[in-house]
């Protein structure tokens, strides 16, 4: 998977426009100032936040949760020359380079201008596919399209698509700042204008363009052409960063029985231990800015374009976009971008409790083992330590409740051959998960256990 920063550097599958030193775009482009570099000059380029467009896209599914689903965002700006420039984020423009089927259809199908890298700028910033530990075997990737197919032939042979995406996400929440030009297409008018589409996204073929003239000098700065009155867009919110939390495991001993145990040899049955470990999940958060939609009222003053008004309301706010409308038979109403949310995801990862290293232990202690061997064998000649520590896995096996909290609780016996007073305790470990290292933990009786030894006195 993806370690290291990707620094975004350009969208998609588009034509780069780029002229050695003129200072306005060529025929046929959208008129913009260039710098020495043929980039456009953003210090003659004022930029304003006019629209967006997301489109949800479902990435994977995760038991207990369903459907993990990602927005492809699109923000459009317009310019003092009378420009628009669409801008997607980051993530978008990866995402649809591997899949460019999600594309939406009008931009597919429209001619827009970029003036920054190709996609492949992207890998070529990481020092190649290399960095992704994606071995191509010397073959040599000349196109968005061919990588786009390369990243995408390795996602299905990974067998983790939503993994991979997840990751993907991660590292560009941490990438560099990257210029607004290096990431926009450049239209001579707005793509998402209902003004020029039948339905948000998608949009009208493209009319030929009239040829525009170089203007005389760079100076003064031609006047904005004025544009139709529009409310101003929410200003995107910042989302809290990714969280990872757990709580520390638990083991403790319920129950012990008989509550005086007699050594075998003398008839003793031993000493039955029950005990309990819990481990609890990792809880995965995450935030994910998301626009809210409400249907209103046409309103000519805010958005430019008559609509009628057939006097029927505006339907339901859950009624879905049909016909352009938020409803059928109202076409007087429109969905319109609401305020920016953030958006609370969840998940609980299991880390489960290994029986293997869930034992209980009995240690005889030492001065109960110097007692043997002095006092006791002078009374008993012959007398010596037989089996002074036990080491016993309960009978048990673990159980994931559907909180992601493991549990195991079952009993270990314990038959006693020596008399004396032993240290009991419960150890345990658990497997780890994707976020967090395996971890050890174990509880101790408080006291010590006495097992005796008939018609004596046990010494501590």
């Not at 699109?74 to 980051?90: A, E, H, I, R, T």
């Not at 259809?105 to 960095?131: F, K, P, V």
């Not at 200003?235 to 638990?250: F, G, M, R």
Request: hydrophobic residues 35%; glycine residues 8%.
């Amino acid at each position: 998977m993806v370690k290291t920063k990707l620094t975004v550097l350009s969208i998609f599958f588009f034509v780069v426009v780029l002229v050695s030193a003129p200072v306005w775009a060529q025929t046929g482009n959208p008129l913009i100032p260039l710098n020495e570099y043929g980039t456009p000059d953003m210090d003659l380029i004022d930029l304003t936040l006019t629209d967006a467009y997301s489109e949800p896209i479902v990435i994977g599914s995760l038991p207990l949760f369903g459907d993990v689903t990602i927005n492809l965002s699109y923000d459009v700006y317009s310019d003092n020359y009378g420009n628009s420039w669409v801008v997607p984020d980051p993530f978008t423009i990866l995402y649809t380079t591997i899949y460019p089927e999600t594309i939406p259809d009008g931009l597919a199908n429209s001619t827009g201008w970029a003036y920054g890298s190709l996609a492949m700028g992207i890998i070529d910033n990481l020092g190649g596919l290399e960095a992704l530990n994606i071995d191509v075997g010397g073959v040599t990737i000349n196109t968005d399209q061919e990588l786009g197919a390369v990243l995408r032939d390795f996602i299905e042979m990974e067998g983790d698509h939503l993994g991979f995406m997840m990751e993907l996400g991660k590292v560009l929440a941490d990438a560099d700042s990257t210029p607004l030009w290096q990431l926009s297409w450049v239209y001579d008018h707005n793509p998402f204008d209902p003004e020029d589409t039948d339905q948000l996204g998608t949009m009208a073929p493209p009319t030929p363009r009239p040829t525009r003239q170089r203007p005389p000098t760079r100076t003064p700065r031609p006047t904005p052409t004025p544009r139709p009155t529009a409310t101003p867009m929410p200003t995107p919110i910042t989302c809290p960063p990714e969280s990872i939390s757990q709580k520390p495991p638990v083991a403790t001993i319920l129950e012990t029985f008989p509550p005086h145990p007699v050594v075998k040899g003398q008839g003793g049955q031993g000493l039955d231990v029950t005990v309990r470990a819990i481990s609890y999940p990792v809880i995965h958060r995450w935030w994910t800015r998301e626009r809210k939609w409400e249907c209103k009222w046409w309103d000519v003053d805010t958005y430019g374009v008559p609509r009628p008004n057939n006097g029927n309301g505006c339907c339901p706010e859950d009624q879905q976009l049909q016909n352009g409308g938020c409803g059928v038979n109202t076409s007087d109403c429109w969905w319109v971008a609401g305020d920016w949310e953030c958006v609370e995801h969840t998940e609980a990862i299991p880390d489960p409790i290994l029986m293997e290293y869930f034992n209980v232990t009995a240690l005889l202690r030492q001065t109960s083992v110097e007692w043997i061997q002095t006092d006791l064998a002078s009374k008993y000649p012959g007398a010596d330590i037989k089996h002074p520590n036990w080491y016993r896995q309960p009978d048990a096996s673990p159980t994931i409740l559907p909180n992601g909290v493991c549990i195991v609780e079952g009993v270990a016996h314990i038959p006693f051959e020596d008399p004396g007073w032993y240290d009991v305790s419960v150890n345990a470990q658990t497997a780890g998960t994707i976020y967090t290292p395996p971890r050890s933990f174990s509880y101790v009786m408080p006291t010590p256990q006495p097992v005796y030894l008939m018609d004596t006195m046990l010494i501590r």
